[in-house]
């Protein structure tokens, strides 16, 4: 999963979200920096109910965090979120190659009529500083 750093970086470059269903996203302003969250029209918990772990389905959930207005969330694109923004942004005919290394992955991109190479641990965060440098 993409780091928060990274997504509040993207959020800051004028990366825009349309949640919808699925969507990871973080509430970092709100204390709430290790838990993520997800767009769900109904949620399911993982409970111990009478000794047994139960999945139990809420309609509803009450707590003290009743809502919260969506530029105070941090979008979390999954891999293949960032892999079609990135698409989008550098265009159909820029070379985009990921490679996986013995330890992370590379990312060769053509950005801006250059070609550039990104290097994380996971696939997620090469995406994310490509996407960063292909940001206006």
């Not at 772990?53 to 694109?77: C, K, N, R």
Request: charged residues 20%; contains cysteine.
């Amino acid at each position: 999963m993409l780091s928060i750093v990274l997504a509040q970086q993207l959020k800051q470059r004028g990366l825009r979200w349309q949640p919808g269903e699925r969507d990871f996203f973080a509430m970092p302003e709100h204390n709430l920096e290790e838990q993520v969250f997800v767009v769900s029209a109904l949620p399911a918990l993982v409970q111990t109910l009478g000794g047994e772990q139960t999945i139990t389905f809420h309609g509803s959930i009450e707590w003290a965090l009743d809502y919260v207005v969506l530029t105070e969330a941090v979008w979390l694109p999954t891999e293949t979120q960032l892999r079609e923004l990135l698409a989008e942004a550098i265009g159909p005919d820029a070379p985009l190659r990921l490679e996986r290394l013995t330890q992370g992955y590379r990312l060769v991109a053509g950005i801006n009529a250059a070609l550039c190479d990104f290097e994380a641990p996971t696939a997620e965060e090469c995406y994310a500083q490509a996407l960063l440098a292909a940001l206006p």
